[in-house]
């Protein structure tokens, strides 16, 4: 069902570097749609993380970041710390067919 | 702040139709749209569709086009979901999350209502 790829795990060590990727195609990254990032917590709902490919909204920690590079995204984690093992969303638009709102595959995070 | 908050657990047998209502607060409900998301068990998360508060035009996933209704209440700033012959794999959390009022490609999901839980079992 979903379009965009992500690895299903990533994990590393308190204070590491991580990156997810995000792998679409033309009918949606590829074709310059903006991507989003979202965190979902253990038991909880989505969080948006990133939007507009690289913006973070109030309140998220300059430790996130993220960019985009033709047909694929990527989200960076700096300095990581317990709190953020969750599971990682990114998301886009798909114009495909009638034009919607698409999701990764989603990645787990696990701080080691 | 602003708010979504959604119905509560429903159990439903297959074929039957579940509404989830999601009542919006804190912001201007008809200068935005609203999204609905599901997750099945353990499974990432899947977008179903998207209605406008302001002019209540909708615009659904391929997969739900027959099966889905999205609406609006915008007297009480309540979006509805419908989701019509029900399968045992409709089992999910099924979210709502504030959207554009005119859905694009820049458009992004920044607020999301708190989850209800339909579980399909005969």
């Known amino acids: 069902q979903s379009v965009l790829t992500q690895p299903p795990s990533v994990s590393g060590a308190p204070g590491q570097r991580v990156t997810i990727s995000c792998s679409g195609s033309?009918?949606?990254?590829?074709?310059?749609?903006?991507v989003n990032w979202y965190r979902q917590l253990p038991g909880t709902a989505p969080q948006l993380l990133i939007y507009g490919n690289s913006n973070r909204p109030s309140g998220v920690p300059d430790r996130f970041s993220a960019s985009k590079s033709g047909a694929s995204a990527s989200l960076a984690i700096t300095g990581l710390q317990a709190e953020d093992e969750a599971d990682y969303f990114c998301?886009?638009?798909?114009?495909?067919?009638?034009?919607?709102?698409?999701f990764g595959t989603g990645t787990k995070v696990t701080v080691l | 702040q602003i708010q979504l908050v959604q119905s509560g657990v429903d159990v439903k047998k297959p074929g039957a139709s579940v509404k989830v209502s999601c009542k919006a607060s804190g912001y201007i409900f008809v200068e935005y749209g609203i999204s609905w998301v599901r997750q099945a068990p353990g499974q990432g998360l899947e977008w179903m569709g998207w209605i406008s508060g302001y002019t209540g035009h909708t615009r659904y996933a391929q997969k739900f086009h027959d099966r889905v209704i999205m609406t609006t209440d915008t007297s009480t700033s309540t979006a509805y979901l419908e989701l019509r012959s029900l399968r045992s794999d409709d089992s999910a959390i099924y979210y709502c999350?504030?959207?554009?009022?005119?859905?694009?490609?820049?458009?992004?999901?920044?607020?999301w209502g708190q989850g209800a839980l339909v579980t399909v079992s005969s």
């Open positions: 999350a504030k959207d554009e009022t005119y859905i694009s490609s820049s458009g992004f999901l920044d607020f």
């Open positions: 033309s009918s949606n990254i590829g074709s310059g749609h903006d």
């Open positions: 998301q886009s638009f798909d114009t495909s067919l009638t034009g919607s709102r698409v």
